[in-house]
């Protein structure tokens, strides 16, 4: 399927585009598989032509990358030496390093106010990362009035570089910010099969949010609480779901095949994104419970663990408790709760102070969910008189056993149990996360509907951890 699937993405972006609602496809090419790097210069300047002669400024981190080595001739070269190299034929190569801390890169402003600053006056960017240089790629791209850019991906570890939005770090959350599509991105399968095997398993654990956030977006607009739901978007990716959880133990052999596909999914998760205007096809509430244990860890002051492999163990949370809701929704009195904004703001603020005593953490998250509850509240009308059961129905299809999911992740050796994580996350912070998920932000997912159904807070999060254990341990 990497073969074929972006060999036509003209005709991709003319479907989509034919999809009532989404927005254009930005991306003008996507090469992946074996040797996808050797095609950079012809990719430039077929779709690029006009940057050739000027500055190309390459942007990437301190750490180096190398693609897998074959047995016989060792690795090869770096992958940043090796851009510099290719690009040198037709351009004025310029390195940008970008500066982390420990090993880890920052998306928040400062960083990319300085990125941008160091950019400017170059004809091309080409990119060389995984997914926070990607993110601040984007970003700069966008500042400089849509600077042409190259994607060459580092890592298949998550589903952000194929689309038109960065998460960027804004007082100390993490926000989906609008950006801009990269004109090409080259996803070169022997590079991502030389990256370390955490980062490749955390791409194939983004991918799980496949399970639970397209549930989470079609509840939101049966609901009225999401404008929008495209349905082939969803299946853009979920079509697949088969294919990717076979290839699970190739994930974990770094088998070409199964990396080409993990590529070709993420690639194809970016895109429904982008061509949504919103993350929601992709990004449920297992997202949005990784972004909480994102905060606990840089409250804790340590890098937290991987995106995806956070996100893929919440997948299977995610998806127990959506087990739960459907049991719900299914009984004969469903009864919703429209709290005031004087009863939710201290919640909200009570959730998120205690990891950010000056408080803008909490302001941020506020002024996201007052929307959502506002929302909520004038819907009530609608929602009391809602066929909850029909609710129920329509949006089982999309799910699928928490049980499938945590076996896919372990077949491919991924995280699928919070103790399994690189920092492990202890039972308090799980609890404090996936009980206050969805005070985060103004996307309404299956968290929202349970806790206004009086279903959802630490104990209901406790015992869907305890569930999580058993699951995994009769799997
Ligand atoms: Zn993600």
């Known amino acids: 399927m990497s073969a074929c699937t972006f060999s036509d993405l003209p005709g991709l972006a003319a479907r989509l585009a034919s999809v009532p609602g989404t927005r254009p496809v930005g991306l003008r090419a996507v090469e992946i598989g074996p040797q996808a790097l050797a095609h950079l210069p012809a990719l430039i300047r077929q779709v690029l032509p006009d940057t050739a002669g000027g500055t190309a400024a390459v942007l990437r981190d301190d750490v180096p990358k190398f693609p897998r080595g074959d047995g016989r001739s060792g690795r090869g070269a770096e992958a940043g030496e090796t851009v510099t190299r290719l690009l040198a034929a037709d351009h004025w190569p310029r390195d940008v390093i970008v500066p982390g801390s420990d090993g880890h890169v920052y998306a928040d402003a400062e960083t990319i106010g300085a990125a941008t600053g160091r950019v400017r006056g170059a004809a091309l960017l080409v990119t060389v990362g995984s997914g926070t240089i990607a993110d601040i790629g984007k970003a700069v791209s966008a500042r400089l009035g849509g600077l042409p850019h190259v994607i060459v991906q580092t890592a298949a570890s998550v589903n952000g570089f194929a689309d038109d939005q960065s998460v960027l770090l804004l007082s100390g959350v993490k926000r989906t910010t609008q950006t801009r599509w990269p004109d090409v991105l080259v996803a070169d ?3 991502l099969a030389g990256a370390p095997i955490p980062l490749t398993r955390s791409g194939l654990g983004d991918l799980m949010a496949m399970f639970t956030a397209p549930a989470d977006w079609r509840l939101a607009q049966l609901l009225g609480m999401a404008d929008s739901y495209q349905e082939p978007l969803v299946s853009l990716v979920r079509g697949h779901s088969d294919a990717l959880l076979q290839a699970a133990p190739g994930i974990s052999a770094t088998d070409p095949d199964a990396i080409g596909l993990l590529a070709t999914l993420l690639a194809l998760s970016g895109i429904a994104m982008g061509a949504a205007g919103t993350t929601a096809p992709s990004s449920g509430a297992e997202h949005t419970v990784s972004h909480l244990l994102d905060m606990a860890a840089a409250a804790r002051g340590g890098p937290p663990a991987l995106h995806g492999a956070q996100v893929g163990m919440c997948a299977v949370l995610t998806s127990l408790l959506w087990q739960r809701v459907i049991r719900l929704l299914a009984s004969p009195r469903v009864t919703p709760h429209f ?15 205690p990891y950010d005593p000056a408080g803008a953490m909490a302001g941020e998250c506020w002024q996201h969910y007052r ?15 809602l066929d909850w059961a029909g609710v129920a129905r329509q949006v089982a299809g999309l799910l699928t056993e928490p049980a499938q999911i945590a076996a896919g992740l372990e077949r491919a050796g991924a995280p699928a149990r919070p103790c399994e994580l690189d920092p492990p996350i202890g039972q308090a912070t799980m609890v404090w996360a996936m009980a206050n998920c969805h005070l985060m932000r103004d996307r309404f997912t299956v968290a929202d509907l349970a806790f206004f159904l009086g279903a959802w807070g630490p104990d209901e999060a406790g015992e869907v951890l305890g569930e999580a254990g058993r699951l995994e341990a009769a799997a």
């Open 189 to 191: 399968t022997d590079l």
């Open 339 to 353: 709290p005031s904004e004087a009863e939710m703001e201290p919640r909200v603020r009570g959730a998120f102070d």
């Open 371 to 385: 929307r959502k509850l506002a929302r909520w509240r004038a819907n009530r009308s609608q929602l009391l008189d």
